[in-house]
């Protein structure tokens, strides 16, 4: 066995272990759900069904393209996020004076667990909670609205809490890429007369497309993989089903309903859509990076 032959052999044996451990979490578990996905318990036994859990799902189950429908909704946030995420990453990176104290206020959403924070906007946005009294209180009762009850408008209201809640972590990775960049660039930009405008459009956001890239992917993966505490906390999925997940619906299926084989069907469902969304964002950003060459 040559040198390089035993170096190989000898790395590869280090992280065996490490190995070993992913495929007993991650790995083995995704093989049973796959396989799972094709029985249907009966009794204390499980009879092979083929592929009758994945039609019932796309042709008669409805919930479940509430729930996908509701998921695709929820990507309404990441262009919001991501605009908010620059915009305040842009300011802070300003050093204006007292800037450490407004981070540490837009930094605390992130800290809170989810749970503590569907349980306080729970109470918040109800129709007699904290948000709709102060509404009234201001002679804007107009505007006060069943956030949560409401069918038409509880996806949104659900929307701008993991908004208020994730945006803090955008704004942190966004505001350490702005950190790394070199400062003249900024500079000659103020020579040029850019004004504050200008230089966020035309200078700070063309730094960021890989990080925008990465913040887009990591956004999608959170509504649609992620979003399971938020609803399970404040709506269980109602009223209806206007506010029903994927994740949701998996549990609904695992759980109550102990129906294994149909919510290993739609875990596998939303794996895939996971997977085709990082791959045709991987195929856009390389197109994009192949035609800027």
Do not use: C
């Not at 272990?17 to 991650?26: K, N, R």
């Amino acid at each position: 066995m040559n040198t390089r032959l035993k170096d190989t052999f000898y790395a590869y044996l280090y992280i065996l272990p490490s190995i070993s451990v992913l495929v007993f979490i991650f790995l083995y578990p995704l093989v049973q759900v796959f396989i799972n996905s094709f029985y249907r318990m009966s009794g204390i036994r499980d009879i092979f069904i083929g592929l009758e859990n994945y039609k019932f799902l796309l042709f008669d189950d409805l919930v479940f393209k509430q729930a996908v429908l509701n998921n695709l909704i929820l990507l309404i946030s990441i262009p919001i996020l991501t605009f908010l995420s620059i915009l305040f990453a842009f300011i802070f990176h300003q050093q204006f004076r007292g800037y450490k104290v407004y981070q540490g206020i837009v930094f605390v959403p992130y800290v809170l667990p989810i749970v503590v924070v569907g349980v306080v906007f729970g109470y918040v946005l109800r129709l007699n909670g904290i948000l709709n009294f102060v509404l009234r209180k201001v002679s804007l009762g107009f505007l006060a609205l069943d956030w949560l009850g409401s069918s038409k408008i509880a996806i949104y209201s659900l929307m701008g809490v993991i908004i208020w809640r994730e945006a803090p972590f955008g704004i942190i990775l966004f505001l350490a890429r702005l950190g790394s960049l070199n400062e003249s660039i900024f500079d000659a930009a103020n020579v040029d007369g850019a004004n504050w405008f200008q230089t966020l459009i035309y200078i700070t956001v063309p730094q960021l497309k890989s990080t925008i890239g990465f913040y887009v992917i990591y956004n999608f993966i959170i509504l649609f993989a992620w979003v399971f505490n938020y609803v399970f906390v404040m709506t269980s999925g109602g009223p209806g089903f206007s506010t029903r997940v994927q994740e949701l619906l998996i549990y609904n299926y695992a759980v109550p309903k102990r129906m294994p084989g149909m919510a290993s069907a739609a875990a596998v469902f939303l794996f895939l859509e996971v997977i085709i969304f990082v791959y045709l964002q991987f195929r856009f950003r390389k197109g994009l990076i192949e035609g800027g060459e």
